[in-house]
Each structure stands twice: as structure tokens, then as C-alpha cells.
């Protein structure tokens, strides 16, 4: 592990902003990359994901897995996993829930509301605070986790 990078801001003023983050993200995006996303209710992190989907090559509906828990997507010859643990109660139930596999090996997992999962999640590589500004844009704090996360912030800030 790598000691955390200082916190990069960035101001997002409207909904292309966001999403022109997620296809910026998708620049550094490789096997076995976790992102976390942490925000309020409707603070941008599925618009996001969203862009950075698109940016991969996926034309499919985006949506947010608040209560699948997880939509999978299956394209080219990339597996990436969008997670929303907003109605986990305890941490338990990201163990009951086997979702936990799908961490290990060359999967690409993005986690919404990851503190609800608690400790047993693993550390992402990369995680995102969105949080919602007084005009209507947003802020986005970036924090890379490890190498990998340092080299995937590079990747989207170039």
C-alpha cells in the first residue's frame, strides 16, 4: 500500500461535467481497479459511472444498482461490477451476500456507499467524494489509495 496522495478537487458545474469525469476516468481503468464512490442522495455518482461506461464502449441503460445491489456489464473483454450498498444495514451483509467474489481476480469493481460494507470490503484504489455546491454544480474530492490508484489519477487529470 501506498501512503494517500493529497485529495485532488475539481469543480463539476453541471451534469456533463460529471459524466466528462467518468469518460476521464476511463483512461486509467484496468483489471482488478476499485473505485469507491461516496455522496449524498442524488450527488452525481451513477451519472459518473455513467460516463465512464461510455467512455469504455458500453450503449447500454446505466442504472443505478440501489436495489439490485449490483449490475453487472459484460462487454468487450472487460467485467466491471457497479455496487450500491445504500440499504445494507451492517456490515455483515456484504458477506451474506457473496458479492464479495467478484473482488478477487481481473473484475473492475465500482462500490456506491462502500462504509456501509464496512471493513471487510477491500481497499479501493481510487475513491470519490461528490458532494452537491450551493450554485447546483458539484465538488469532486479525488484520493488515490495505492499505486495503481496513483497511476489512475494521473491517467484522468492529464
Known amino acids: 500500500m501506498t501512503q494517500d496522495r493529497a485529495p485532488r478537487t475539481l469543480r463539476l458545474p453541471d451534469e456533463s461535467d460529471t459524466l466528462d469525469l467518468g469518460r476521464r476516468l476511463a483512461r486509467g481503468?484496468?483489471?482488478?481497479?476499485?473505485l469507491y464512490l461516496h455522496g449524498d442522495l442524488g450527488a452525481g455518482k451513477t451519472t459518473l459511472v455513467r460516463g465512464l461506461l461510455r467512455a469504455l464502449g458500453f450503449e447500454g441503460r446505466v442504472k443505478s444498482p440501489t436495489f439490485s445491489l449490483v449490475e453487472p456489464y459484460?462487454?468487450?473483454?472487460?467485467?466491471?461490477?457497479?455496487?450500491d450498498f445504500y440499504r445494507f444495514d451492517e456490515p455483515a451483509e456484504l458477506r451474506d451476500s457473496g458479492l464479495l467474489e467478484h473482488f478477487d481476480g481481473p473484475s473492475i469493481c465500482i462500490v456506491e456507499w462502500p462504509e456501509k460494507a464496512g471493513p471487510?470490503?477491500?481497499?479501493?484504489?481510487l475513491e470519490i467524494d461528490l458532494s452537491p455546491l450551493d450554485d447546483g454544480?458539484?465538488?469532486?474530492?479525488l484520493v488515490a489509495r495505492s499505486k495503481r490508484g496513483e497511476h489512475w489519477l494521473d491517467q484522468t487529470l492529464t
Do not use: T
Open 29 to 34: 481503468v484496468s483489471p482488478s481497479s476499485r
Open 137 to 141: 454544480g458539484r465538488s469532486a474530492v
Open 120 to 125: 471487510q470490503l477491500p481497499p479501493p484504489d
Open 74 to 83: 459484460e462487454f468487450s473483454s472487460l467485467s466491471l461490477y457497479h455496487f
